[in-house]
């Protein structure tokens, strides 16, 4: 079941997708609001809404909505680094393959949803895509052992993990500045729930980038140095992951600036993630307005 977080009219709420339009669930439930979905997700009500759903029709169409980001905002937003094994060959600096995960966080605000602008800041020319499927977190855990990793997992998202690369730089040892600028990144179009998907489909699962009509990156979830289930496993030794919490797993190799000459994201462009069982991401580009 797809759930997604959307706007009309000025009006926020959340709903499940069904065909061409959206039944509302948020005027259902009592939880209109920016983060509908993250408050039945804390309520462990998730199950209970696919069973009001069923049966009902759609109230509004989807091409009167604006989409918004599925969680807007979740408590932590964990993203790995370096994940697929030829991504780290990309690099060209002889280094072994990793032991344990690259991390590092991003604000909420630092993406936008489907369909909006991401944001080339004028502080930088340098905006790159990196396509990623995304965890979405629907059961709390600590030390979560990778056997029960799935059972910890509410759905599966898009991201567009958009990054300013001359900022990833700018101190020693973290690129914390050049991942959080506002709407540089992308996350939707919706929620797809965990039980549209098996353990083994995980596994072996593609994600794809194209820039306007130019692929640039293709690679399945079983070229993962870290799987999703080692993840989740893994980041839940220091977090206390809650509902709503994502993780970004990890993008292919074909990121603009592994090109030469770099080819980075600009004003115009179209930028199209598309992911097995989840569906498209899709933004235009534009300059932020300062």
Known sequence: ???????????????????????????RVSKRGGDGLLEV??????????????????????????YERPVSYPDKIACIGVNYANRNEEYKDGSEPPKYPSL???????????????????????????????????????RIKQEDAFDHIAGLTIMNEGSIRDWLRHAKFNVTQGKNFVHSGSIGPWMVSADEFSPEFLQDMWVRTWVNDEERQADTTASMMFPIAYQISYLSTFFNFKPGD?????????AGARFDPPKWLVPGDTCRIAVDGVGELVNPIEDEQV
């Open 1 to 27: 079941m797809k759930f997604i977080s959307y706007s009309i009219n000025g009006d926020h709420s959340f709903g499940v997708v069904d065909g061409d339009g959206i039944i509302d669930l948020g005027s």
């Open 41 to 66: 997700m804390r309520d462990m009500r998730l199950e209970e809404m696919k069973d009001l759903a069923a049966g009902l029709t759609a109230d509004v169409d989807l091409a009167d909505i604006q």
């Open 104 to 142: 590092f966080m991003r604000t909420a605000d630092s993406f936008t949803g489907h369909m909006q602008p991401m944001l080339r800041p004028p502080e930088s020319d340098q905006l790159d895509y990196e396509g990623e499927i995304v965890v979405v977190i629907g059961k709390e855990g600590r």
């Open 246 to 254: 994502m993780i970004a797993t990890g993008t292919p190799n074909g």
